[in-house]
């Protein structure tokens, strides 16, 4: 296809947009029916030229069309077909045409399915989405242009940034972005409540299913960052603090505690003013991310490209949407009713606390990644806050945090029985000091903080198993009734306790593979054998080979326990011809939960390799745990209660059929 | 409890957690941050010995010296003076003599210096920007010379 219908699509997409922004809005404020019932069609049309645009870019790659001087850029004719096409979003202006592309398919949705939004809400929605449209078409048209054409076009392209040529980018950059752009929703929703200056417990039951859709993105965007980052850099790392992980981060904690207090607003009519500022502050995080890895004041392996004209642009989206959404709060917060009181041992007491410590977490998190940045600007002083920073704040900060998980869903609405609770919770209790003492006889001195976190993520995942168990009675009635019970249950509560095991879990991967985790540097000739973290590892051989886009050292390791011998792992070095640039590809073989890794340095002058390896135990708890958490908010998504809020238009708001069993 | 009783409740809590976070944060930043020095600084600043620092510039031509394990020893240099780096460990993939690299580790002596990590680029157009902004400072920087301008990344040994 043309690259100019590309180009031209995303004209119209921005002219489309503009419309968007404005017809609804106007429509909501007059009472202008036609105004307001154009939105959906205005919100579909954005999404089909933006997809139209975004298929043109990627036919361009795909067909390496190097007039293009993206593609030229970024791309090589010699690329397997699957990196050609996520190659589409491995640079500045196509991962920001995916960004938009997300956003249309977003405010589409809500166009197709918001059909029994009262139709205010729903225009002045669209709206908002509409003007957030209009920022990033106009940035990507007047900044950052993906089809800008070369003349004459050169026959071969640049390739791809080696570090990219992943199955990783094909998975990581889309869910992240659905996760960034999924809370713009519900920064919609947030905005157009403000503009009415009314909101109620419906509001938060139509806005919960998208802040949990976005987290549950977001979720399996972040881990899935993070074991790319694993693999692939070779250096057996998952978490750097690095201010690009940071910025994905920020969201993510606010928008946890957007999905807790939303359940409050729901269910008691309490903290809104508190749920749309979090609903407002969660997308300005993400917009915050954006800008920071996309403006090129964070150095990185995410910014792609400097160019001041585009940190300034996005600067200018930002203060306009924060500034503008933040001053409309100011304005209108007070004028929204206050409803709902409890006492402070409740089940909204113990989600109040869960709010304010994870906001709290998100700012320390925040300080730490733009510390640098302002007093740079202020003072010209070059600092560093590395992981020392975070871990001891972030880390201090969620410990209560998670060891009040358990206590939450125990707690009644309104007024709670916290003696009641953590009599509940005794057997759970009891066997996390079991597995923390285990911890503690198995590791013999060290740290005090391994087994408080293992015994911790026990009692996190057993107060989950304790929480459904409760619910359905096992152990005070038949185990038949219980069963039949446990099945009906909401699936918002089995989602809740299904995620909260998955933070447990998570915690369990973190605390054990840092803490036990063994390290060997060594230089290795073949045929020589090195200990590492109970294996014993045999250099075999060492054999080069050929790929479609690089040349390779492939080094081929026997790994033996006690003799025996349990397989081989194949780790090597890479050599892409069309940068000359050599990537690190980490040999990984895991064994239950825990992973053995081995990653080649350079030649030594001695005729051996320097050999890097790592034993980590229970790593992948990590990321299973993310999957859990997210399986969680699956799962939350699907409660009837939700579905019944949202989708079908003939049925009209059907006030909260609430399943008889609801908490 | 009264509804005003409540709400002290609810907002004292919420200072008090407000209280605790700020108090970490600032604890903390008093605690970890690490500065970024030129050479150049190093020589003329005459800081401490142990103090923990990033240093960056560009690695001297002829100065890395690899023995049979891994134990490297390099010069980072910005044109107005130099500091020799001890470093154990596998050095990022693009670590090459005349390149920029940014180490960080506690100073051992007036000019010489123990890393724990490594950070070169990622790219071969990428420059760490702090090296860039040592190297224009010290004249040595032309715009376009090492690839062009700059932007960093890592790639690092992170322990």
């Known amino acids: 296809m043309n690259p100019e219908i590309g180009h031209y699509a995303l004209v119209l997409a921005l002219a489309v947009a503009l419309l968007q922004t404005v017809l609804p809005i106007w429509g909501a404020r007059t009472n202008d029916d036609a105004l307001m019932r154009v939105g959906p069609s205005l919100a579909l049309a954005f999404c089909g030229f933006v997809a139209l645009s975004f298929a043109v870019l990627v036919t361009a790659y795909v067909q390496s069309d190097f007039s293009v001087l993206n593609v030229v850029e970024n791309s090589h004719s010699m690329k397997p077909l699957l990196f050609k096409i996520t190659g589409t979003w491995g640079n500045h202006e196509g991962s920001m045409l995916l960004w938009a592309l997300v956003l249309a398919i977003f405010g589409g949705t809500v166009a197709l399915f918001g059909g029994n939004l009262p139709a205010r809400l729903k225009a002045n929605v669209l709206g908002v989405q509409g003007s957030i449209g209009v920022a990033f078409t106009a940035f990507l048209l007047l900044t950052s242009n993906p089809f800008t054409r070369v003349i004459p076009a050169p026959a071969e392209g640049h390739d791809l940034n080696p570090v990219l040529q992943d199955i990783g980018l094909a998975i990581h950059p889309p869910l992240l972005y659905l996760g960034y752009v999924g809370f713009s929703v519900t920064f919609s929703f947030a905005v157009a409540a403000l503009i009415d200056g009314r909101i109620d417990a419906a509001w938060a039951r139509w806005v919960r299913p998208w802040a949990l859709g976005a987290w549950g993105f977001l979720t399996l965007g972040i881990a899935m960052g993070s074991y790319w980052a694993y693999y692939e850099l070779g250096w057996g790392g998952w978490w750097f603090w690095d201010p690009v992980e940071n910025a994905s981060l920020m969201p993510w904690l606010a928008g946890t505690a957007l999905i807790h207090s939303a359940v409050v607003m729901e269910k008691r009519d309490a903290l809104k003013v508190w749920t749309v500022l979090l609903a407002v502050l969660a997308f300005s995080l993400s917009l915050l991310g954006t800008f920071l890895v996309r403006s090129g004041v964070l150095t990185s392996v995410h910014a792609f490209a400097t160019d001041p004209t585009r940190g300034v642009f996005i600067l200018a989206i930002l203060i306009f949407f924060i500034g503008g959404s933040l001053t409309l709060f100011a304005a209108r917060a007070g004028s929204l009713r206050q409803g709902g009181i409890f006492a402070p041992i409740s089940r909204e007491g113990a989600l109040v606390l869960n709010n304010l410590l994870l906001t709290a977490a998100a700012a320390a998190v925040f300080v730490g990644t733009l510390y640098p940045l302002a007093l740079e600007a202020v003072t010209g002083e070059k600092i560093t806050v590395g992981p020392p920073y975070f871990n001891l704040t972030v880390g201090a900060l969620m410990l209560p945090v998670t060891f009040a998980m358990p206590f939450g869903p125990l707690l009644a609405w309104k007024r709670g029985d916290l003696a009641g609770a953590a009599q509940r919770l005794m057997l759970a209790f009891f066997l996390g000091l079991v597995a923390a003492g285990v911890a503690a006889y198995a590791q013999g001195g060290g740290p005090a903080l391994t087994p408080i976190g293992i015994g911790l993520a026990a009692f996190v995942v057993l107060g989950a198993v304790v929480d459904v168990a409760e619910r359905a009675g096992i152990g005070r009635v038949p185990a038949a009734t219980a069963f039949a019970r446990f099945r009906g249950l909401p699936r918002a509560a089995h989602g809740a306790a299904l995620a909260h095991a998955g933070v447990g879990i998570c915690l369990l991967g973190i605390v054990a593979e840092t803490s036990w985790n063994s390290e060997t540097i060594i230089g290795a000739k073949v045929g020589d054998r090195f200990p590492v973290g109970g294996y014993e590892l045999t250099l075999a051989r060492l054999e080069p080979r050929t790929g479609p886009n690089y040349r390779e050292l492939v080094g081929v390791f026997d790994i033996s326990r006690g003799g025996a011998s349990v397989g081989s792992i194949e780790s090597s070095k890479r050599l892409f011809t069309a940068r000359n640039m050599p990537t690190t590809e980490a040999g990984i073989r895991t064994f239950g939960f825990s992973q053995l890794y081995v990653s080649l340095g350079d030649e030594l002058p001695g005729g051996g390799l320097a050999i890097r390896a790592y034993w980590k135990p229970l790593v992948t708890l990590i990321w299973i745990g993310a999957i859990i958490m997210a399986l969680g908010g699956v799962f939350s998504l699907s409660d009837r209660r939700l579905r019944v809020g949202a989708p079908k238009p003939a049925r009209k708001a059907v006030p909260a059929a609430k399943p008889v069993a609801a908490e | ?159």
Do not use: C
């Open chain 2, 1 to 159: 409890m009264t509804r005003k009783g409540r709400r002290l409740v609810l907002i004292s809590s919420a200072l008090g957690v407000l209280a605790i976070a700020a108090g970490l944060v600032l604890f903390a930043l008093n605690d970890t941050i690490v500065f970024f020095r030129s050479p150049s600084e190093i020589a003329t600043e005459h800081t401490a010995p142990g103090t923990r620092l990033r240093i960056g510039g560009l690695v001297k031509d002829g100065s890395v010296v690899k023995s049979d394990n891994v134990h490297v020893r390099f010069a980072i240099t910005d044109g107005g003076a130099e500091v020799e780096v001890a470093y154990v460990g596998i050095l990022p993939d693009l670590f090459r003599e005349g390149q920029g690299v940014i180490a960080e580790g506690r100073l051992t002596g007036p000019m010489s210096f123990a890393a724990d990590s490594v950070l070169a680029k990622h790219d071969e157009k990428y420059m760490p920007r702090e090296v860039v902004d040592a190297l224009k400072k010290q004249g040595v920087w032309q715009e376009g010379a090492n690839g062009a301008p700059v932007k960093a990344s890592q790639g690092s040994s992170v322990q």
